[in-house]
Every structure is written in structure tokens, then in C-alpha cells.
């Protein structure tokens, strides 16, 4: 094995990010290269992780986006505009660069599935750390939008602000489920929104891609919504850790 990448985060029981590797060196038939996890219960443990042979890079999971910034010699745009990294590439010289691939397998899967003619306002559900890359994505690609959050003090609008505007999403087409609101187990569960108000000019896109189709999904397809799960941001934001390592 001549080129090790992995995972860092903590704990690491489910991992795509293995399984989807692990299929592409087999599918691909790419030799030599292993991808491992590392499970560390500090970011000070990430020492240990860089010390490792033919390391050429790791992408990074919860809790240590914004903790392992503190170890990268630079950033790309992507990172410096999320302000969190989950892709790191260990350069020739050995230093290190930060990325954020969330922010690219948003924007494409998000410029692959909007018409090009769109020209409306944004909600984004939710204010984490995916709701800040969607934030980047939006305004990089002048898609005006409001965040919305339970907590009058993290976002613009609370969702009983929402809940009294009727006409509301005659502005807001584009709605972004953030929030883990829905994803399994709890599948029962759905963003507290006036979904009867949407109509077949709108655009709800889910980060979440298991199950495939939320609740918050089934509900905006009942009254004609446009409906996207996150499944291929998650394929694109991997396959972008590799690109950026290889390139
Ligand atoms: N498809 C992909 O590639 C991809 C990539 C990243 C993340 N994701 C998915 O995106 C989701 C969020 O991830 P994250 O890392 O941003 O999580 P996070 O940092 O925990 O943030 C989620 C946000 O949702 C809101 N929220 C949390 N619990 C809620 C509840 N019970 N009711 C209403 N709102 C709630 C909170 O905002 P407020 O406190 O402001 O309400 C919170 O900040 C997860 O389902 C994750 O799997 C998918």
C-alpha cells in the first residue's frame, strides 16, 4: 500500500465515507491505496494520525470541523467561506490544506437540479454545520435567503414567523431542509413549516438521504413541490475528497 486517506471524527461506527471508498478502489480497480478509519476521542490524537506512513490526506467528521483548523497551513475558498473543514490534503512539501467538499457536492447536485431560469428566494431550514455550507453555496450563487431557526437568537426567523406569513412561499421557492428533522430512525419527524401552502413552483431539497424521502419530502410532493433528497451531495462531496487528493 503506497497511499493511505481515511477518517478522523469521533465515535466512527457508521461511516459512508469507508464503504464508499472501499467500492471504488474495487469498481475503479485503483491498487495500492487503502482507506482507514480513525477514531480519536481528542483532536490533540491527530498528531499521530499525520505521522502516519504515506498518509495523503483524511476527511474529517463530528466533532472536529472547526478543531482541526488549527493544523492546516491554508484553506481553499470552500473552507474559508464555510468556516469549517472536512476534507484535508497533505501536500507534496507536507504542508497541509483545508477544504470543504460539503460546499461543492451542495453547489453541483443544487446547480444540476435547479432550471437555470430560477429566480426566487431561499429558506434554509435549520442553522448547523451543513446549514453553513448551504449558506455559502447560496450566496456564491446569489440565491437571497433567510435561516430559519427555533431560537430567535441563531437565525432570521423563527418558524412561528414562518407559520404567519400565508403568502410567504410566493417569494420563498427554494426550501432546504437542514435540520436532522426526519432521518432514520425517527422517520416520523418533519420541519414544523405550512406545507399546505406549497405549491408546484416550489423546490424542496432534503440533506438527508435516509430514507430517501422524508416526511419533510412526501408532504412538499403532496402539494406539487419539486423534491431532491441528499444522497447525491453525499456521493459528490466524497468523490470531490478524492479529486482534491489526487489533483
Ligand atoms: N447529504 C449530505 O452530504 C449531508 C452533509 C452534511 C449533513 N447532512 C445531513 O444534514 C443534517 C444536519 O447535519 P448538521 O451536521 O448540520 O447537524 P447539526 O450541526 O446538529 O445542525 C442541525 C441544525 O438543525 C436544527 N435542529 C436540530 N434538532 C432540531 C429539532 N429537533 N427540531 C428542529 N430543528 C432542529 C438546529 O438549528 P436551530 O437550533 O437553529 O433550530 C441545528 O443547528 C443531518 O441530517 C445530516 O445527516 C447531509
Known sequence: MNKLYGLIGYPLSHSFSKK??????????????????????????VEQVFEKKNLKGFNV????????????????????????????????DGSRT?????????????????PRSFKSNALILGTGGAAKAVEA?????????????????????????????????DDYHLII????LGMAPKIDALPDINYKRLNDQCYLYDLIYNPAETRFLGEGKKFGAKTKNGLQMLE????????????
Open 137 to 169: 453555496v447560496l450566496k456564491d450563487m446569489s440565491i437571497p435567503f433567510l435561516k430559519i431557526s427555533r431560537h430567535t437568537t441563531k437565525g432570521d426567523q423563527t418558524y412561528e414567523i414562518l407559520k404567519g406569513n400565508p403568502t410567504l412561499f
Open 61 to 92: 467528521t463530528i466533532p472536529y470541523k472547526h478543531e482541526i483548523m488549527e493544523y492546516m497551513d491554508d484553506f481553499d475558498h470552500s473552507a474559508k467561506k464555510v468556516g469549517a473543514v472536512n476534507v484535508v490534503k497533505i501536500n507534496n
Open 236 to 247: 459528490l462531496q466524497a468523490e470531490k475528497s478524492w479529486d482534491i487528493w489526487n489533483s
Open 20 to 45: 464508499y471508498f472501499a467500492n471504488k478502489f474495487q469498481n475503479e480497480k485503483i491498487s495500492g491505496c487503502a482507506y482507514d478509519l480513525f477514531e480519536i476521542d481528542t483532536i490533540k490524537k
Open 98 to 114: 483545508g477544504f470543504n467538499s460539503d460546499y461543492y457536492g451542495f453547489r453541483k447536485s443544487l446547480e444540476e437540479w435547479m
Open 177 to 180: 431542509n437542514t435540520t436532522p
